[in-house]
């Protein structure tokens, strides 16, 4: 299964969201210094659950890193999160991809 696909499968499962967004961006980052260059390193996601309601962002960040710690210790460089409960507002970039 492909680093997306196994991102996708563990924050369903862990966080039951209403919305998910995984978005592979390390073709943006091919060629930096810091790229494994494995295609799969760089990742972009959005995730509405009630598993963050009442909850600041870093326990929110804390939540979603542990689902993901053996994704984080073998391959992936970049994770940039949104992290909402359900009826907050969208951040402006999350909704353009």
């Known amino acids: 299964m492909s680093v997306t696909g196994r991102l996708r499968e563990k924050l369903m499962i862990g966080l039951q969201p209403t ?3 995984v978005v592979n961006e390390s073709e943006l980052h091919a060629g930096h210094r810091n790229s494994p260059g494995t295609g799969e390193s760089h990742f972009r996601v959005l995730i509405v659950s009630d598993a963050f309601t009442g909850k600041s962002r870093v326990e929110r960040h804390r939540l979603v890193n542990d689902l993901l710690k053996d994704e984080l210790a073998g391959g992936i460089h970049a ?3 949104s992290t ?3 009826g ?3 951040p402006k970039a999350a ?3």
């Open 19 to 21: 919305r998910l967004d």
């Open 79 to 81: 994770l940039a999160l």
């Open 84 to 86: 909402l409960a359900p």
């Open 88 to 90: 907050e507002a969208m």
């Open 95 to 97: 909704g353009s991809h």
